[in-house]
């Protein structure tokens, strides 16, 4: 790393029983949902394959118990040739794959320049750009595979023979940027709360089959604070599960804290599951706003809000 960009220079060397090693870093923080994008200039040396993605890992593999969402911004093995798309992972295995385009061909190398490559991921499509220019767009719905947080991956690994390594041909990557425009804050993220008694995992699936949380304590509520980067106008949404007799959650009730102060939206129990529009509504930057939903009877069921920029 000098200059202000990261460089991941594939060598030809021993280690653990391997005869090349190349690199990669991964971002602390996660994500769902935005504008991804890098400026970078991929390897020319042959049988590597270069990548800026996304996915959910712990930092020392991506084969992890919790990941199941992957986007690929792009895969690089060819310099002229880019790869784009997303697999879907359960318990460890690749589950489905769809690319949006498998060989794209940009009519230069991508090992001539730094190029600046991006995905914008939405609650149902990802768009792809090559140097701020549309390349594609494919369907990626909440039932295709669970739409996780992902942490943002940079890498150069050996692929394929022949592979070969100058020593003198880096993967270079810099301005790695993230841009939100919509919260999602489910029962497990940052911004989520609870408070009450008696709190458990939720018996059915929330949305794109995310983990609910319940409690029947008549003083349980659910507290949700986005951090707001632009004020201005959001709709704010609650994803509701239909009364499950099992927990008889019942009706229910949400509070909004916006900048005009507190409104309370009725959440009646025979509500179908999905998204509930609870109104629109104008927030400070910051996290002064906030959404509590509460039980009006019965057991309260937690899952999902957002709040969606107008």
Known sequence: MHDGKLYITPRKEDVADMHYTG????????????????????TNDPGWHTSFW???GDGKTTF???SRTEIDDF????????????????????????????AFSPG?????????????????????????KKICQQTYLP??????????WLTTIGAKQPIDASGTSPAVYSQVRYYVRDYYIDATEPG?????????????????????RASCSGDATAMYVPSIVQSGSYNVQAWHVKNNPALR???????ILSKAGLSTKEIPADTATGWVDLGTYDFERGTTGSVTLAPKEGCLEANMVKFLRR
């Open 143 to 152: 039932t295709q595979g669970t739409h996780d947080r992902v942490n943002i």
């Open 64 to 66: 992890t118990d919790i």
């Open 108 to 132: 230069f190398s991508t090992a001539s320049g730094m190029h600046t490559y991006a995905v914008e991921w939405t609650e149902t499509s990802l768009t792809y750009y090559l140097d701020r």
């Open 192 to 212: 989520y709360a609870e408070y009450g008694k008696d709190w458990h995992d939720g018996p059915e699936p929330g949305f794109s089959s995310s983990l609910t």
């Open 23 to 42: 690199g990669g870093i991964i971002s602390k923080a996660a994500f769902r949902y935005g504008y991804f994008e890098v400026t970078a200039q991929v």
């Open 54 to 56: 996304a996915m959910a």
């Open 75 to 102: 895969e690089i093995e060819s310099p002229l040739k880019v790869s784009m798309g997303y697999l879907v992972w359960k318990n460890r295995q690749s589950m489905s794959s769809e690319r949006c385009n498998a």
């Open 249 to 255: 959650n019942g009706a229910g009730e949400a509070h």
